[in-house]
């Protein structure tokens, strides 16, 4: 018959309730002080009792193991007398995991009980327990792969370009692609031609008219086409990278002039763009001025390549041509209001044409100085702030040899030919085409120049200071400006 204790009654349960909440151990040490524990019948006769009986019935009978766990009692099965099936049980608990509880006391006389789960209890709740792991992870985490295919691409040091460029840049770049191989579009061309036997009969009397034509140097300016020169495409080639042109004070037109442009460097972009066309305003700044750009007069013996110069205005920059371009023509007849463009340092500058730095071929350049006192032409220095900027190429000092044979094939050929690269058309840093970087074309003042038949050495070099100071006096005091990034100052050379 199973016999029953009595609850602890409501009062106590509600006094206990007004205090703060206790924990299931400390609740334990508070009914073994008078409160009775409800205990339930078993089939076999058996009790179960509350853990915090089962606890207060444990430290009363085996204070010996108390002390021994240092603190930490095991209870056994309260289940019925038997010391049999108490062993048995308490053997079931040691195999299936112990509940602890740990009793301590404070400073005072009153007992702290707490409790601790067996591991195994806490196996499954555990939060720094590895997870579980699929077979299916397993065999993924073994799993070896080979090296990603195009890796390599990733860390390429060519930097390409996007396919979702601006119409705008791919017609620019079109252009300045265009001009840059003009010569060689222009051989191309004649040889395709030449391998059409139905047009035979129109090339051989065009390459007579080359051979012996001298439109290039008679001065007139017959084939010069303002339509051509002003056309909407060299405002594009000028916002390729971007140029502009300056000029320090108007230039009268009831006079004539000779534009020394500085630095040549590989193709002189900036001399085309502001001199040879209308895309920067040249008519606008300088208006009543008739200028043409002069370049090699071997160019005007490749074959179509000739027109197109000759349409852009250009000129031979022979001796003939220059005297005939600023004797002729203008409102007098005699070259008024005429002016040239001569890149000074040649093909020999280019060679010296390093980015961020500035060495002038100048010296002993002094037949344009003679040109202007013959002719009685003022002369303008001017700057092309960023010409050395737009190519890349091998520097001289640091292979001499290869220096000497350019030096050799411009004493040989009349030209040279400079080891450059720059950019591609899909691409930013393998290519013919130069950089987008900026050209600030500076035109300084003019140099009076008194006309002499023939003329005197020593007012020669008199004008040649001058012109150097005026284009010293450029540098200065435009540098800070449009060269910010140099690495030196300005250089004179040979």
């Known amino acids: 018959m199973a016999s029953s204790t009595a609850l602890p009654s ?11 909440p206790k924990s299931y151990a400390a609740a334990a040490h508070e009914n073994l002080d008078g409160a009775s524990t409800e205990v339930n019948g078993t089939s076999d006769g058996g009790m179960k009792k509350s853990h915090a009986a089962a606890a207060h019935e444990s430290v009363k009978e085996s204070p010996s193991k108390a002390n021994g766990s240092r603190g930490k009692t095991a209870f056994p099965s309260l289940n019925g ?20 509880y740990e009793k301590s006391q404070n400073g005072g006389d009153q007992y702290l009980a707490s409790v601790k789960p067996a591991e195994v209890f806490e196996k499954d709740r555990r939060q720094d327990a590895k997870p579980k792991t ?7 985490d073994s799993l070896v792969s080979g090296r990603r295919a195009g890796a390599g691409w990733d860390r390429s040091g060519i930097r390409w370009a996007p396919w979702n460029v601006p119409v705008k840049r791919r017609l ?20 395709f031609l030449c391998a059409i036997p139905l047009c035979w009969p129109l090339l051989l009397p065009y390459l007579l008219y080359i051979l012996f034509s001298n439109a290039h140097t008679s001065g007139t300016l017959f084939y010069r086409s303002k339509l051509i020169r002003s056309l909407p495409i060299w405002s594009l080639y000028a916002s390729y990278f971007p140029a502009r042109l300056h000029r320090s004070e108007p230039l009268p037109s009831t006079r ?14 900036g001399a085309f763009a502001a001199f040879a066309t209308e895309a920067l305003g040249f008519s606008q700044l300088f208006p009543g001025i008739d200028n043409t750009l002069l370049t090699l007069d071997s160019n005007f013996r490749v074959p179509i390549y ?19 371009l600023l004797s002729k023509g203008g409102p007098n007849g005699e070259g008024m209001g005429r002016g040239i463009t001569i890149v000074v340092g040649g093909a020999r500058e280019s060679l010296d044409a390093q980015p961020h730095s500035l060495r002038l071929v100048l010296k002993r350049r002094k037949g344009f100085v003679k040109l202007a006192i013959r002719t009685g032409a003022d002369l303008v220095p001017v ?4 010409e050395n900027e737009i190519y890349d190429q091998l520097d001289s000092e640091s292979h001499p040899a290869i220096h000497k044979v350019q030096l050799l094939a411009k004493k040989v050929l009349g030209f040279t030919v400079p080891l450059f690269h720059a950019r591609g058309v899909f691409n930013y840093d393998v290519g013919l085409l130069p950089y987008r970087r900026p050209l600030n074309v500076i035109v300084g003042r003019p140099i009076k120049v008194v006309r002499q038949e023939v003329p005197e050495a020593a007012y020669v070099d008199e004008i040649h200071a001058q012109y150097v100071s005026e284009l010293e006096g450029l540098w200065t005091e435009w540098k800070d400006e449009f060269a910010k990034e140099r690495t030196g100052e300005l250089e004179f050379v040979e």
């Open 81 to 100: 007398p038997d010391p049999s099936r108490s062993a048995k049980r308490n053997e079931s608990q040691e195999e299936d995991g112990k509940i602890f």
């Open 10 to 20: 409501s009062q106590t349960s509600h006094d206990g309730a007004r205090h703060a």
């Open 256 to 269: 004539k002039y000779i534009f020394g442009y500085h630095p040549h460097g590989i193709i002189s972009h």
């Open 172 to 191: 620019q770049t079109l252009i300045v692609l265009l001009h840059t191989l003009s010569i060689a579009i222009s051989l191309s061309l004649f040889f």
């Open 134 to 140: 699929s077979s299916r992870s397993e065999r993924r």
């Open 383 to 386: 700057l092309g702030f960023g």
């Open 306 to 324: 000739r027109n197109y110069a000759l349409a852009m205005g250009l000129g031979s920059v022979s001796r003939e041509s220059c005297e005939n």
